[in-house]
């Protein structure tokens, strides 16, 4: 077996303890081997099942210190088994910083706030960096030479990054809004870029009948059992950073609930094979005001999801009728969590709180999870001496044309000019950092 830490032999596998796909919906079942990615009956995707059992023994036999600082680190509880497949993809991806967040902590309330800083993912600057590289390992265990992708944003510049390290020609397909710098960088990175006449949930549909008529496997639709499970990676490192203690509160935006849903998973797991006590960490998702399906139906109870026909800025977030968003709901009641939504103003000031007290510039996904946790925080959900992790998905630089203007002076080039300048502008910051009031 291998640790995935370079290139393998084509015929050497990984330390996966993988078994089959299962319906978490209807229970049916098919083998790992199977390329179906949703289940025939109830048209739900698949899951992934593991022998937690051979888990336990696995992760005993190898010591964390050697094993990769990378996605792959618990490869046990990922799916991919072919070693070569795993060291082709994936290999600077994840171990992305937990960071103290003192000042916004301060600034909340809250004592022991965390930032799991996914803005600073490798190669492409978001979370996406981890799923798209175990759907890209899948890719390359089919054999696979091309791979697609549905996307609001992120899933395509990962897809367009990753691709490109493991020598497969990427395709992405873009709906009718979208921030335009990422497909620029789909571009620039060689990816073959389609922006259809649709919202996502229509792209989406569409491009499941382009995958079916062309053979052309899309990372988030024919590969999404795969593409899924390395959204867990990103839980697996927190409570590793945290000493093997689970954080008390997890904050994190959601659009089709992949991440939310298998942040769940993912703490369950890491119970069942004894690596650290989860089963008190409460989920809390935020989505925004005008794309909020999955939060309404936790609000008002409702067991189903209601598609939403998305108005928002936040558009890596404007996904209407999520395909996971039922996992979501049972993640977020099982854990006795919350679920909360931002309009486009506060996801903005979201933006600004998150960069002026800890110097991290994220997108509106991730300015939508810090406008929630400040509701949390303010609402008393949040203990202030609790542990809260805060998980910010994507890097700011990416969303720049989509931010609100800020207008900065003109200076002639000699010091009279530039000093009477800056005096007009330390009096707005000192303005801007006076208490407002309560």
């Excluded at 291998?2 to 996966?16: M, W």
């Excluded at 799923?131 to 696979?144: C, F, H, N, P, Q």
Aim: proline share 6%; aromatic share 4%; charged share 20%.
């Amino acid at each position: 077996m291998s640790t995935a830490t370079g290139h393998a032999d084509p015929n050497e596998t990984t330390r996966s303890c993988v078994t089959e796909l299962v319906c978490q919906r209807c229970d049916v079942k098919r083998p790992i081997t199977d390329t179906e990615a949703f289940c025939p009956t109830c048209g739900k995707c698949f899951d992934v099942a593991y022998d937690y059992e051979l888990a336990k023994s696995r992760l005993r036999e190898l010591p964390m210190g050697e094993r990769p600082h990378n996605i792959w680190r618990l490869s046990e509880l990922l799916p991919i088994r072919s070693a070569h497949a795993q060291a082709e993809v994936g290999q600077v991806s994840g171990m992305t910083p937990l960071i103290p967040a003192n000042r916004l902590g301060e600034r909340l309330g809250l004592r022991k706030l965390y930032l799991k800083d996914d803005s600073s993912q490798r190669p492409s600057f978001s979370y996406k960096d981890r799923v798209v590289s175990s759907a890209i390992a899948r890719a390359l265990e089919l054999g696979k030479t091309e791979i697609g992708c549905v996307s609001t944003g992120n899933v395509g510049t990962a897809v367009a990054a990753l691709a490109a390290k493991a020598g497969l020609t990427p395709y992405v397909f873009y709906p009718n809004r979208l921030e335009q710098t990422k497909a620029r960088v789909c571009r620039a990175l060689g990816a073959r870029v389609c922006q259809v006449a649709g919202n996502y949930d229509e792209a989406n549909r569409e491009c499941k009948k382009v995958a079916a008529a062309s053979g052309l496997e899309f990372a988030n639709i024919t590969l999404r059992p795969f593409y899924a499970e390395g959204a867990k990676t990103a839980v697996f490192e927190i409570v590793e950073q945290l000493g093997w203690r689970a954080p008390g509160h997890i904050v994190s935006a959601t659009a089709g609930g992949t991440l939310s849903s298998r942040l769940h998973k993912g703490l369950v797991e890491l119970e069942t094979v004894g690596l650290a006590e989860t089963s008190a960490t409460k989920m809390h998702i935020a989505q925004p005001e005008g794309c909020s399906p999955i939060a309404d139906a936790i609000v008002s109870g409702e067991p189903e999801i209601q598609p939403r026909n998305p108005t928002t800025i936040a558009h890596s977030l404007a996904i209407g009728s999520p395909g996971d968003g039922y996992l979501v709901i049972d993640a977020v009641l099982s854990r006795k969590g919350s679920a909360g939504t931002a309009n486009d103003e506060e996801i903005f000031a979201g933006i600004d709180l998150l960069a002026e007290t800890e110097g991290i510039l994220t997108e509106p996904a991730g300015g939508t999870t810090i406008a929630v946790l400040k509701k949390l925080a303010e609402s008393g959900e949040l203990d202030p001496d609790a542990t809260v992790v805060a998980i910010i998905t994507g890097n700011g630089l990416k969303t720049l044309e989509d931010h609100p203007e800020k207008p900065w002076p003109q200076s002639e080039c000699d010091v009279e000019s530039m000093l009477a300048v800056l005096s007009d502008l330390q009096g707005q910051a000192a303005s801007a950092r006076q208490p407002l009031p309560v």
